[in-house]
């Protein structure tokens, strides 16, 4: 594990930019400030790798051929690149690549976005009728006229690795850390911002909000219509684990009548995380005390696992909840305050955005210091909400 060095803020410190909250782009985008040579500032109202927000829970799925958008492919060729440098500059291992299987009816959402994305970019890829599919990976018991889109460049981060590794990387080149204090409020002051977090304040030249859940809370005049979302991922004892080994079970999506689930291959531990995406669709307030997993929540997720994975359907060890923060287009939001343009904010990423964090923390990073970035972030401006 990563060695976290905790800093106690100086009254009054006048920073570069201040990141507020360290979950994966705001680690991601600290690491890249500090490492430009940038004085940078990272403050998290809980711990580093805290299990409150969205980035938790041991793994998240990294994937080229992108089903929600084809203007996504090009962020995630950089996200991947910058993900070996991470891997180089640490000396870990972050990223795990088994190859991905989205499976569903050759007409779903999945699938065509799926190929969609795959044929515009020139992505390496293969597409297995019902047959070849559970030939090929035999966990799977699939309906006739469903369609496997299999690509090689699939795999997992470690999440929890990630962020302790990038949070070590940063302070090591001259980022300040503080945890366990809340962000206020974060305005703009003069050509710069005023952060206003526990009983100080803290003047820098730009700030960066990557917040999640808490990003209204700090930014009130936030115009993007985003809420929380209460997800629920889930360990099974699988009945028969010899077919989901990492050798020959790759990382999955799988959209059937019961929604859209998502797995791994077994762990190290002999256990297969398995979720559905949109659990239920469920808005909650951040601050407000979190259901625990119930058995209703286990039914909707067992539901895809006893009619299409059957080997996997043995007994749940272990649930967590999570937050997914959502747009109502499913997008992300990144861009500056329209009233406050030393203001970047980087949140939500609804749901689906761990595998973007390098490539997010580089755009951040150009937006706090440069004032625009090269990548074409258009998709995700605050404007499209009117």
């Known amino acids: 594990m990563a060695q976290i060095r905790l800093n106690r803020m100086p009254p009054m410190p006048l920073f570069d930019v201040v990141v ?3 979950g994966a782009m705001g680690s991601a985008a600290l690491y890249e400030l500090s490492r430009r040579g940038f004085r940078a500032a990272g403050i998290e109202r809980f711990s580093i790798a805290h299990d409150r927000g969205s980035s938790h829970g041991e793994t998240r799925i990294i994937r080229l051929g992108y089903f929600e958008h084809p203007s996504y492919v090009p962020l995630l060729r950089r996200t991947y690149e910058l993900w070996r440098e991470f891997e180089a500059a640490s000396e870990r291992r972050l990223v795990r690549i088994t ?3 989205e499976i569903g009816p050759a007409d779903g959402a999945l699938v065509t976005g ?4 795959s044929r515009m970019h020139d992505l390496p890829h293969e597409v297995l009728d019902t047959h070849d599919c559970m030939r090929r990976f035999p966990a799977f018991d699939l309906p006739p006229g469903y369609v496997g889109v299999f690509q090689p460049d699939g795999g997992y981060v470690a999440v929890e690795q990630t962020i302790e590794t990038l949070i070590a990387m940063a302070q090591a080149a001259g980022a300040e850390v503080t945890t366990g204090v809340a962000v206020r ?4 002051h003069g050509q710069g911002v005023r952060v206003s977090a526990g009983s100080i304040d803290i003047e820098a030249r730009a700030a960066i909000v990557t917040a999640g859940a808490w990003a209204r809370d700090i930014l009130p005049d936030l115009s993007a219509p985003i809420r929380a979302t209460r997800e629920v991922m889930a360990w099974f004892s699988p009945l028969d684990p010899t077919p989901f080994s990492r050798d020959r079970y790759p990382v999955f999506i799988l959209e059937s009548g019961h929604g859209m689930h998502y797995g791994f291959p077994l762990s ?3 256990t297969l995380k398995i979720a559905k995406h949109h659990h239920r669709d469920e808005t909650v307030f951040p601050d407000e005390p979190r259901r625990p997993p119930s058995a209703n929540d286990e039914a909707l997720i067992r539901a895809a696992i006893a009619e299409h994975i ?3 359907n043995g007994a749940m060890l272990a649930a967590k909840t999570c937050l997914y923060t959502m747009t109502p287009d499913h997008h992300f939001i990144v861009d500056r305050l329209p009233d406050a343009p030393n203001v970047i904010v980087a949140s939500p990423c609804s749901g689906h955005g761990f595998k973007f964090a390098p490539v997010l923390g580089e755009i951040l990073a150009d937006l706090a210091t440069d004032g625009a970035t090269a990548h074409d972030i258009g998709r995700f401006r605050l404007g499209r909400f009117g």
């Open 20 to 22: 507020v909250g360290l």
């Open 99 to 101: 190859g991905i299987v």
């Open 114 to 117: 799926t190929l969609a994305a």
């Open 185 to 188: 409020s974060v305005t703009q």
């Open 268 to 270: 190290r531990k002999g």
């Open 310 to 312: 059957p080997k996997a």
